[in-house]
């Protein structure tokens, strides 16, 4: 599919568009040309009379094409020109594929940030519905979600803010590790089967400590104190016990954790989880674990390179109710390779039966970096199952007394479609709200560890990069405790 712009150079935008009907597809770019192949392509003409300015999409697909014209009266602005463009392409390809997307046209990560905006400016739940669906053809489902979300969310801050003080911050620790790795990530985990990998730990271990007791330090010195943990990964619970216990008693010591409300360890992998690692946690402080079977169906567990079965995440789930953390969350994952209708209604009622505090619903989203095959996506295969998927997973949840409190996308969803973490009434993570919206601090430490410095008042986001993958994290260490003055100079300019 080749992607011609004329009058105009909002590739960026349109190529975001073009992906959601053409996902898996690498796209040709051409700017100011106007001899057109002779099928598969995107026209995308803008051109400025004295008085009005025309937008223009062509559209073939396999030889079939169609044209959406419109007319403004008036000078727009890039951003709606953009926004009209994608709008007519998106007409365009739904008249020649007979496609829709339940997103319509909006690409953004965090649809819910643009609902909360939206609320803020005073604008009614009409107003931003008609909004939603008329200007990006948002479909009723989605829009729906997007509200319960943001009322979930503020009712979850209002409550923080009474609680708590000002110079709060979320605290993260990277644990980039795995058993093994599955074929749909994306991430930078490194699979710890291999002897060269499993040497990294414990110096890992070791320079994250150091890293912990720099840092603390340095918030400690701007007056910040912790107010959430969150060892995410990768799967921390990949270390062992003694090498997890050295970490989080590294933190208790180092950072006054007596505001902590929230305390969340990703055992991930039920195949890393024993019963001595949750008691050691446990005792040092964890409140919260995420047991993520992604599918009950182990044949589908088999097909995307999980090493485990529908029975040890069972057993996983069990021991950790048994030591009795407040908050257990599940990720599933809708749109699995293998996976049907049938098979995950099957998983969504088995994991609803187990009543987890939290169920964190994703949709499969295929990155060039992972190893999954990307030929049934192309084919459209799985566009259909996971849209089926994900409001069977909506409609069981919502009857089982589940509100979704956050909800983001990534690039390459199957069929455009979204994240949802799901939770009980008052037992949403904090963290995960923060993190989507963008409303706090979070200080990241650990190789690939990204830390956001907010400040919302004056409307200021900085970031600091943590080196990517373990080797180098260890090789490059004091250049990275360097870059943490960054954080003194965000303060001290905030003041
Ligand atoms: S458990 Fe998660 S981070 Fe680890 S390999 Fe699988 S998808 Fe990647």
Redesign the pocket.
Known sequence: MKLIFSGNDYKYELEAAAKIFFPAQKFEFAFDAFDLPERDFLFFRKKQFKNYCLLYVYADVNGVRCRKAARDFCMPADKQCEEELARLMYLALKQLTGRTSEWGILTGVRPVKRVNALIKEGRSEKEIAGILKERYYVSDEKIAAAFDTAYTQERCLEKHRTMKKDNGFELYISIPF?P???S??S?I?QSAAGNAVKKLIPPYVEQLCEEIKYTSMIVSKIGLVPETIYFG???PTTLSAAQLERIMKTIAESFDISDVSEYTIEA??PDTVTEEKLCCIKENGCTRVSINPQTLSDEVLKRIG?EHTAEDFFSAFEAARKVKFDTINTDIIAGLPGDTPQSFENTINGITALRPENITVHTLSIKRSSRINATEEKDGALVQPARQMVKCAADKLYSSGYMPYYLYRQKNMVDNLENIGWSLKDRESLYNICIMEEIKTIIALGAAASTKLVDIKNGRLERIFNYKYPADYIANFQLMLNRKKEIEDFYAEKK
């Open positions: 795995c093994s790795r599955c749909y990530c991430f985990s990964g990768g799967t991930g992998r999980r």
